[in-house]
């Protein structure tokens, strides 16, 4: 059993919160910036689960293998990683609040489970590696379950 407990004022956010594994396999691509405008308009096709960030050096996609063997022959060349599931908090999530992330991490990091932490403006996600997934899913669920009888 996880040492890790969530702040008194958080354990009501984990008790409410509810875990979703997503079923599909994911995979983490790098694109070159050059790429930028290629990967906007190929994410124009896709449904959700996705997601494309750019920063200053690079691309990064998120999206269904499924979706990647779609769309890969667009780009020039790519580094990916793979594969990963993803599991949605879905609970929604208040900008304010501080800490869920840093819980989330660190109960999966004592089990040796790494995150791959990706928000949204109401939910947290997080992938992990797939064979590591229904691990990380008991985790989580234990957790969840912690605090609803603290």
Known sequence: ??????????????????????????????????????????????????????????????????????????????QVESPYRAITFDFVLELSLVGFLSVVSAVLAEAGISIFALSTFLRDHILVKASSADEAVQVLEALIKRCNTQ
């Open 1 to 78: 059993m996880s040492k890790v407990l969530p702040s008194p004022e958080m354990m009501p956010i984990f008790a409410s919160t509810k875990i979703t594994l997503h079923p599909d396999e994911f995979i983490l691509v790098s694109l070159a910036l050059s790429e930028k405008e290629r990967a906007l308009e190929a994410f124009k096709q896709l449904d959700p689960f996705s997601s494309v960030t750019v920063d200053h050096a690079e691309v990064s996609l998120i999206l269904k293998t499924t979706d990647w063997d779609t769309i890969k022959g667009l780009f020039q060349s790519s």
